[in-house]
Every structure is written in C-alpha cells, then in structure tokens.
Nanobody
Framework: QVQLVESGGGLVQPGGSLRLSCAASGITFSRYTMNWYRQVPGKERELVAR????????NYADSVKGRFSISRDNADNTVYLQMNSLKPEDTAVYYCNARHYANPSLGDYWGKGTLVTVSS
C-alpha cells in the first residue's frame, strides 16, 4: 500500500520559515519524481516545486523562486520543502506527489496534504 505522509505545516508569521516533509512508503522511491503542489479554496492545484528522482534537477514556480528549496533523501524515502521568507499568499494546503519517472500511468500518488497558514 502506497502512502505519502506530509508533515511540518502550521501557522507562521510573514517572513518566517517552515520545513515540510513527505515520507513515502510502498514505492521504490528512487524511481519517482517528487513534487510539491499547493491549493487554496476555489483555485486549481498549483505546482510549487519538483525534483527529479536522483535529485540532480529541480524546478520551481516563479512565485516561490529564491524562497523555497526542494530536496530529497533517497535513503530515507523522504522529500522536503524548505520555505523561507513566507508571505500571506503562500497560505494553502500543500500536497506531496510522487510520479513515476518513466510514465505516470506506472504510478501517480498523492498525500493528504498539510496546511500552511502565513499570518500575523
């Protein structure tokens, strides 16, 4: 059974930092591109950051470039999202996604999400 479990969300003041974690089980982690998405009510889910299966390449949404950093530990089956200089507009539910590197039809899994609230 595949499980992606996010943690690390919470309430933080503008300008603050949070580190999200996503622990994966039930998959061969190193065969999956890992993604962080976020969603606010009434809006589509937005890709925030992506990291390739080896960690050699990362991509970010323009809105978070220079503030967020994605990383992974293939030995520990975990992906991280370090979020710095947080803004109120970063408030959202953040979802971890694992997508098979060769073909999403081979595996495309989602966590249940963790809420990040940026407010003073």
């Amino acid at each position: 059974q595949v499980q992606l479990v996010e943690s690390g969300g919470g309430l933080v003041q503008p300008g603050g930092s949070l580190r999200l974690s996503c622990a994966a089980s039930g998959i061969t982690f190193s065969r999956y591109t890992m993604n962080w998405y976020r969603q606010v009510p009434g809006k589509e889910r937005e890709l925030v950051a992506r990291i390739t299966r080896t960690g050699s390449s990362t991509n970010y949404a323009d809105s978070v470039k220079g503030r967020f950093s994605i990383s992974r530990d293939n030995a520990d089956n975990t992906v991280y999202l370090q979020m710095n200089s947080l803004k109120p507009e970063d408030t959202a539910v953040y979802y971890c996604n694992a997508r098979h590197y060769a073909n999403p039809s081979l595996g495309d899994y989602w966590g249940k999400g963790t809420l990040v609230t940026v407010s003073s």
